[in-house]
């Protein structure tokens, strides 16, 4: 990137060029016939700044397209080789740059910071085996367990097509015949979901993925990062006037704090589960839509996350930032979980569509180890391999796969289905959404938990769509429903012997 305090310096300007880096004549003027005539056609200068403008905006994302960013450094803090071969974890003090974007779920490019949502947490380690992908939220559950329904999920959360208005009617339709949203509702009607801001929210991984150490041997393992910031967040009231405030709030906030130094933290922490016990688990532990209790598996710190530089250019190195989870590296795998195994394709593929084939040369998403690959050509492309062969096998030197490093795997069999995964004893989707309700907050923390939903659900929600939530929060705890159900003005339900 240009040093911008030598520019600012210069006593004499450069001079102007086209992008191709021609010398232009006027910065001003485009070129007419006369002072008072027609422009012409011929002006390439003018044609290629309209047209690039017309162009500045790639797609924005379908989903997370709200978000802000900043580089760092990964630090391993603790020896994780009995649990993982990955190069970038194997020694004490080990350093591996690292890109975090941070950003809401369901608002569109323009919409404010601190509205209630969710909130992604990508990180990039580039790795000297090639990039690796953690793309999780600050949430450790999500609100499905299985891809099928994420577009219907999203289109839920989003414009409605007659109204283009949000339709808190359609996100509670949603939720209410998806019983296995509630975990994760629970936690986005808490104040946690409305952080105060980025560097004061955890992260997770939220998905169980894999270990593999240099034996062989396999673990399940979950990502927790910890904010050394400490969590904070706003009420419902102090994040709505926000909204008006300051839309960019959380932008402004993590980008001053690095501008002063003050760099966030994180501390990362591992649940490792032997390969084992997930067959016979209380429930299943391949389910996006429930935790690990930390009592069957301690987390385990083993290394810090710390923010240090801001973007140079936030279009190039935040908006054009491709994260996905299929970038793993050795010593690093995939699990069951349904909702990972279709990011797998569903994030390279957006990638595509949106900033193009070889969105993996631009800078940002270039890794920082050598690539030699036999793919070619599209769109926009800039590295090649020159005379090198572009096929495989070949007799001329070609790149070969290494067949030594396995892959990171399990065993399964059965008859092709559609079907929810099998039950484990304590499979259901009312424990840990009630655990969060009772255990988990405070007095405080239940009293807006239920206001904020009760609120939530005031806001054009049809009275049958509201009822069957009600039923839905009975089952999760019931005093947490029945409060629900007074705030709504739902009578509680009959029973035998009632009049």
Do not use: C
């Not at 104040?191 to 105060?196: M, W």
């Not at 209380?282 to 598996?297: A, C, E, G």
């Amino acid at each position: 990137m240009p040093d911008n305090d030598q520019n600012k310096n210069q006593s004499v300007p450069r001079t102007t060029t086209t992008d191709a880096g021609i010398p232009a004549t006027s910065d001003e003027y485009s070129l007419s016939v006369g002072p008072d005539g027609p422009l012409l056609l011929q002006d390439h200068y003018l044609i290629q700044k309209m047209a690039q403008f017309n162009r500045e905006r790639v797609p924005e994302r379908v989903v997370h397209a709200k978000g802000s960013g900043a580089f760092g450094y990964f630090e391993v803090t603790a020896d994780v080789t009995p649990w993982t071969k990955a190069a970038f974890l194997n020694k004490v003090g080990k350093r591996t740059t690292v890109l975090a974007r941070f950003s809401t779920v369901a608002g569109e490019l323009g919409s404010a910071d601190t509205q209630r949502d969710p909130r992604g947490f990508a990180l990039k380690f580039y790795t000297e085996e090639g990039n690796y992908d953690l793309v999780g939220n600050n949430t450790p559950i999500f609100f499905i367990r299985d891809p099928s329904k994420f577009a219907d999920f999203i289109h839920s959360q989003k414009r409605m097509p007659d109204t283009d208005m949000r339709s808190h009617n359609a996100m509670w339709d949603f939720w209410s015949l998806s019983p296995e949203a509630l975990h994760q509702v629970a936690f986005l009607m808490s104040d946690r979901g409305t952080p105060k801001s980025y560097r004061h929210m955890n992260g997770y991984g939220s998905h169980t993925f894999m270990w593999v150490n240099a034996a062989g041997e396999r673990f399940w393992v979950k990502y927790h990062f910890k904010t050394e910031q400490g969590i904070q967040n706003f009420t419902d009231a102090e994040a709505t006037a926000m909204t008006a405030q300051d839309p960019d709030y959380h932008r402004r906030d993590l980008h001053d704090a690095i501008a002063r130094n003050e760099f966030p933290a994180w501390r990362l922490e591992m649940q490792i589960m032997p390969f084992e016990d997930a067959a016979n688990y209380r429930f299943n532990p391949f389910d996006l839509t429930k935790v690990w209790p930390h009592s069957d598996y301690p987390p385990i710190t083993i290394g810090r996350l710390v923010l240090d530089r801001n973007p140079e250019n936030f279009f190039a190195e935040i908006e054009q930032a491709s994260f996905e989870p299929a970038n793993m590296v050795p010593g690093i795998g995939t699990s069951p979980d349904k909702m990972l195994l279709g990011r797998l394709f569903s994030y390279p593929d957006a990638h595509r569509h949106r900033i193009g084939t070889n969105y993996l040369q631009l800078p940002v998403n270039q890794p920082q180890s050598e690539v030699h690959s036999y793919n070619k050509d599209g769109g926009m492309r800039y590295r090649h391999n020159g005379n090198q062969p572009v096929y495989a096998p070949n007799s001329y030197s070609g790149p070969q796969a290494d067949s030594s490093l396995g892959e990171a795997s399990w065993s399964t069999s059965g008859e092709l289905v559609r079907s929810a995964y099998t039950l484990h004893a304590e499979d259901n989707d009312f424990i840990q959404a009630g655990n969060l309700y009772r255990h988990i907050l405070d007095k405080t923390g239940r009293d807006h938990l239920v206001s904020n939903i009760v609120g939530h659900m005031s806001q054009g929600v049809e009275r049958f769509v509201q009822e069957r939530a009600v039923n839905l929060w009975r089952k999760v705890d019931s005093n947490f429903g029945e409060r629900i159900a007074q705030g709504l003005g739902i009578a509680a339900p009959t029973t035998v012997g009632d009049d």
